[in-house]
């Protein structure tokens, strides 16, 4: 399956973005899904999950409460809608498919798309 995450850019702290992974090649309700995101130098961190059918959901403690993850198996899309965004959330966010187990660290993530940069001014 390739993925292909959008809808980053640059917002002022307390705004709002939603970020896309849409996905093709493979039966996408089949998977499982993680957003992760990464800043220069630390490693790639677990933002939020989704299982195949969105029934289930978890998230990083950084982020709960503002952020919500779903999905459109329809449209072969996952959302990640971030709300009172902060600078710390600043990062490159992606979006990763695993057929096994609900992705919460890299190791389970099975495919990979590229990030899309996430930047939050003060």
């Known amino acids: 399956v390739q993925l292909q995450a959008s809808g980053g850019g640059l917002v002022q702290a307390g705004g709002s973005l939603r970020l896309s992974c849409a996905a093709s090649?493979?039966?996408?309700?089949?998977?499982?899904v993680g957003w992760f995101r990464q800043t220069p130098g630390k490693e790639r961190e677990f933002v939020a999950r989704i299982n195949w059918s969105g029934s289930s959901t978890d998230y990083g403690d950084s982020v709960k409460g503002r952020f919500t993850i779903s999905r459109d198996n329809a449209k072969n899309t996952v959302y990640l809608q971030m709300n009172s965004l902060k600078v710390e959330d600043t990062a490159v966010y992606y979006c990763?498919?695993?057929?096994?187990?609900?992705?919460?660290?890299?190791?389970?993530?099975?495919?990979w798309g590229k990030g899309t940069q996430v930047t939050v001014s003060s």
């Open positions: 090649g493979r039966t996408f309700s089949n998977y499982h």
């Open positions: 990763g498919a695993a057929y096994s187990r609900i992705p919460k660290s890299v190791g389970e993530v099975n495919y």
